[in-house]
Nanobody
Framework: VQLQASGGGLVQAGGSLRLSCASS????????MGWFRQAPGKEREFVAA????????NYADSVKGRFTISRDAADNTVYLQMNSLKPEDTAVYYC??????????????????WGRGTLVTVSS
């Protein structure tokens, strides 16, 4: 499964961005999905996840109340709406697919396919 993440860019602190993760494969609709990020000099960390229906969202404490994960089955896309962005949100953001559809796991090991990542830079 190929995943294409997009929507990254440069934004001022307090601003918003919406990331997208799309796939042309029909099986994408049956996968649980997650977003992870890796800041410069740091390990990759969990951001958000949802099950195959876009339900039971799971968020890292650092983004709760600011980020929202959702998915649109019609266009085979998962979104990460990021509001009230902070400089510490600066990172490369990756989407990932978990072929087990029901979970919203925060564990990288649960994910089978990964996109290339999109860079988000938040200036202070």
């Amino acid at each position: 499964v190929q995943l294409q993440a997009s929507g990254g860019g440069l934004v001022q602190a307090g601003g918003s961005l919406r990331l997208s993760c799309a796939s042309s494969e029909r099986t994408f609709a049956s996968y649980a999905m997650g977003w992870f990020r890796q800041a410069p000099g740091k390990e990759r960390e969990f951001v958000a996840a949802c099950n195959w229906l876009g339900k039971y969202p799971n968020y890292a404490d650092s983004v709760k109340g600011r980020f929202t994960i959702s998915r649109d089955a019609a266009d085979n896309t998962v979104y990460l709406q990021m509001n009230s962005l902070k400089p510490e949100d600066t990172a490369v953001y990756y989407c990932a697919a978990n072929t087990a559809p029901y979970g919203s796991s925060s564990s990288e090991e649960r994910y089978d396919f990964w996109g290339r990542g999109t860079l988000v830079t938040v200036s202070s």
